[in-house]
């Protein structure tokens, strides 16, 4: 009986393919999220506000945001990914293999980071209404941005304007 020939160094068998290609995305996906994170804290610390990091991954946010007077539960979402001339952005989280909306009881604010657009939506969570994904023009499109009031919407983290959260 003859051995199974191997593949060549950095090649992958086409039975291994596809699962490389998942994790491949996978990880691409995980890297541009670590770095719209990064980004975060960069310009949330430029603006002026303070920012900690809850320790481990057992929380539903990525970031505590101190404006002087206020604590902010905030989680950060990065897209980059578009479909019929809109960013598409998951704005939920895994829970034993199904996918949740963030409440308000997790999370005060979702912070969409659209990498291609180097654009910021700071979204209380109560305007998601229980969505998983959300929609985003790019910018100079002429089309209704459902979001646009929130766009580069910093100020909400210093004054939520009234917004009740809890």
């Known amino acids: 009986m003859r051995r199974p020939r191997l593949a060549p160094p950095g090649r992958i068998p086409a039975s291994e393919e596809r699962s490389a290609r998942r994790t491949q995305r996978g990880r691409d996906s ?13 310009k949330a610390v430029t603006l002026g506000f303070m920012v900690s990091r809850p320790c481990g991954d057992i929380y539903h946010y990525d970031f505590i945001v101190d404006n002087g ?4 539960r905030v989680q950060v979402k990065t897209g980059s990914y578009m479909m019929e001339g809109l960013y598409q952005l998951c704005v939920r989280r895994r829970t034993g293999g199904v996918q949740v909306p963030y409440t ?4 005060d604010f979702v912070v969409a980071y659209i990498f291609p657009d180097d654009t910021w939506y700071v979204l209380p969570v109560r305007e998601l209404a229980q969505r ?4 985003f023009c790019p ?6 941005d459902h979001f646009g009031y929130f766009r580069e919407a910093w100020h909400l983290l210093r004054e939520p304007d009234g917004l009740v959260f809890g």
Request: glycine content about 10%; aromatic content about 10%; cysteine-free.
């Open 30 to 42: 995980l890297h541009r999220g670590f770095l719209g994170e990064v980004a975060f804290l960069h």
């Open 69 to 72: 007077r206020d604590l902010w």
């Open 104 to 107: 308000k009881s997790e999370v």
């Open 132 to 135: 998983e994904t959300v929609s």
């Open 139 to 144: 910018k100079g499109s002429s089309r209704q």
